[in-house]
Each structure stands twice: as structure tokens, then as C-alpha cells.
């Protein structure tokens, strides 16, 4: 967790995010201390250095008083192409392993018009729902790798096996 940004200008701050190639999805929440001034929200941007070193940043969305916090995607966005964003005139510092995530305060009417980068936007599923799934996948997996043949098992009368067929039918 990141609770001390950098002040850039008196209405941009931005995060430094060492070895981003690593990550793959970026929270960013409001701590509850500082609310944002009536009518204003924050506009998030990812920056990355791209091949030749040259800062590319792309919006990922926002977030305001009312909805605090959003989880971003962004492992798929190190291959694309940047957009308009505020911090364009700032020479910040960019090395080759750090990005930076970026928050612009603006009025809210500004953000419901931009329009964020479609590959940020984190899985609609419900999360319960994948993890269920990822954990069966992980449990079948599991159990799969103590499998037999019946030739290969040794008749024990205190141990119940079960096919895997009948787990795949569940």
C-alpha cells in the first residue's frame, strides 16, 4: 500500500509502481481522511516507459467520494498506445522498471466524459463466483495428482477411494 503520493502540481499526484512488469492489477482507494472537494473526482492514469524510454500514459477511470475506490487491469496495457492526459507538459522522472499510476482532480462532469482504456476494466463475474471456480479447478487438480490405476492400488480397508470421473461429473 501506497499512502504517500508524490505532488506534481497543486492537482496531480502520482504513485511509483517498481517493477510493474510483475503486476497485473492495480486498487486504488481513498483512505477516508481527505475527501475530495465538492463537484471534484480523480482521474487515474497508468504510466509506463515505453521501448525508447518515453513516458505513455493511458486512463484507467476514476474515482470520487461516492464510488472511493476501483480495482484497474493492467497487464495488458503495457503494448498499447497512450491517450491525451494531463501530466503531458511534466518531465517526471521515468526509469525503465517503475511506473507510475497517476491521479488528476478534476470536476465530475469531466470525468463521466472520458473515456478509459476498455483493457483496464477488471472481469465483470462476480468474484465469489470465480474463485469457486478457481478453487475446484485447484482442488481437481490436487486430487488428480494422487491418481492410480487399479492395478496400481494396494487393497487398504481403512481407505475410501473415489473416481475422479464421479469429481468431473459433480
Not at 502520482?14 to 492495480?26: A, K, R
Not at 483493457?119 to 485447484?138: G, P, R, W
Amino acid at each position: 500500500v501506497q499512502a504517500a503520493p508524490q505532488q506534481v502540481a497543486e492537482d496531480k499526484f502520482v504513485f511509483d509502481l517498481p517493477e510493474y512488469e510483475n503486476i497485473n492489477h492495480v486498487v486504488v482507494f481513498m483512505l477516508g481522511t481527505i475527501p475530495f472537494p465538492d463537484g471534484m473526482g480523480g482521474s487515474v492514469y497508468f504510466c509506463y516507459p515505453d521501448q525508447s524510454g518515453m513516458a505513455v500514459w493511458q486512463l484507467l477511470g476514476f474515482v470520487t467520494n461516492e464510488k472511493p475506490s476501483a480495482i484497474f487491469k493492467i497487464s495488458g496495457l503495457k503494448s498499447g498506445k497512450g491517450s491525451q492526459h494531463p501530466f503531458g507538459a511534466m518531465n517526471l522522472p521515468q526509469t525503465p522498471t517503475v511506473a507510475q499510476i497517476g491521479i488528476s482532480v478534476e470536476l465530475l462532469e469531466n470525468l463521466a466524459q472520458q473515456t478509459p482504456v476498455a483493457s483496464a476494466a477488471v472481469s465483470s463475474v462476480d468474484s465469489f463466483t470465480e474463485f469457486t471456480q478457481k478453487m475446484l479447478d485447484n482442488f481437481y487438480n490436487f486430487a488428480s495428482s494422487f491418481a492410480v490405476t487399479q492395478a496400481q492400488m494396494t487393497p487398504n480397508p481403512s481407505e475410501a477411494f473415489i473416481p475422479a470421473n464421479v469429481v468431473l461429473k459433480w
